[in-house]
């Protein structure tokens, strides 16, 4: 049982690039998120999901696209790399929503670095 | 404006002592209130989850009380060890007209040493 994985660990963008942090969960959690952790900060909900086909947006979407194929996988999509984006992000799961008593399984995260 | 405030921002503490770290809050209403650890370069990991009506709630060396009258939160640590330096989160489950949205505090940076 992996949990939740994310791929990769780092990543090093220019400004204007794009990429896709992979997100997996393999225990038929119904809800992922995405967040992002920047220095000294709380973490900040990106984009949310409450099962597969069904996306929304969080606190601080501008710049990013999720989709939701599948109940496993949560991709999260980076269009045009700005340094504003550079950051630690979290993509977690949840059986219940947070209301009710459903701990967040959080990955590991990946370091994106925009220059 | 930070609705939930950590405090300390930093603590070290010597391996064996006890430590108290306080989460105060503003959210209302909630529907409870969480305790994460995060170690270095990993995600965060639940400890507590507490509704509005729990006091106490205890997992291994680590108790976490709620005031909900106060708005405050704090966990306990229980001889210490060093596996316990990282970093622990206060989050205040909200329920707002939309929804549910979780809201994280800042964290508490905790190093132990031997």
Known sequence: ?115 | KNQVEQSPQSLIILEGKNCTLQCNYTVSPFSNLRWYKQDTGRGPVSLTIMTFSENTKSNGRYTATLDADTKQSSLHITASQLSDSASYICVVSALRQAGTALIFGKGTTLSVSS
């Open chain 1, 1 to 115: 049982n992996a949990g939740v994985t994310q791929t990769p660990k780092f990543r090093i963008l220019k400004i204007g690039q794009s990429m896709t942090l992979q997100c997996t969960q393999d225990m038929n959690h119904n809800y992922m998120y995405w967040y992002r952790q920047d220095p000294g900060m709380g973490l900040k909900l990106i984009y949310y999901s409450v099962g597969a086909g069904i996306t929304d947006k969080g606190e601080v979407p501008n710049g990013y696209n999720v989709s939701r194929s599948t109940t496993e996988d949560f991709p999260l999509r980076l269009e045009l790399a700005a340094p504003s984006q550079t950051s630690v992000y979290f993509c977690a799961s949840s059986y219940f929503t947070p209301q009710e008593n459903s701990p967040l399984h959080f990955g590991n995260g990946t370091r994106l670095t925009v220059t």
